[in-house]
């Protein structure tokens, strides 16, 4: 199994920032990619980046040039960044990551959450 540690998020007023961190750990024998995600109340989960292993970055156009999505894979950790935050960006954000637990097998694996709140 691999367990997904989050930290960071909280309330913050517009035009603040906020710094997320999600630490992977367990039966890890390759991370592919780790991201995040988030859902607002009444919405559905939507990607908002991702880092592969060799760096390539894919994020919703609602976050470019706001959001900075960083990967450390010495330490199976992944760190976002977000700046210039909205009330928009209010929701709870997941960490995600695609790890292959033995040379053969893969999954997604999902952290438990951490709300974002910005205030106008």
């Known amino acids: 199994q691999v367990q997904l540690v989050e930290s960071g998020g909280g309330l913050v007023q517009a035009g603040g920032s906020l710094s997320l961190s999600c630490a992977a750990s367990?039966?890890?024998?390759?991370?592919?990619?780790m991201g995040w995600y988030r859902q607002a109340p009444g919405k559905q989960r939507e990607l908002v980046a991702s880092?592969?292993?060799?760096?390539?970055?894919n994020s919703a156009d609602s976050v470019k040039g706001r959001f900075a999505i960083s990967r450390d894979n010495a330490k199976n950790m992944v760190r976002l960044q977000m700046n210039s935050l909205n009330p928009e960006d209010t929701a709870d954000y997941y960490c995600?990551?695609?790890?292959?637990?033995?040379?053969?097998?893969?999954?997604?694996?999902w952290g438990q959450g951490t709300q974002v709140t910005v205030s106008s």
């Open positions: 880092i592969n292993a060799g760096g390539g970055i």
């Open positions: 995600n990551a695609r790890v292959y637990t033995t040379p053969q097998e893969w999954g997604d694996y």
């Open positions: 367990g039966s890890i024998f390759r991370i592919i990619a």
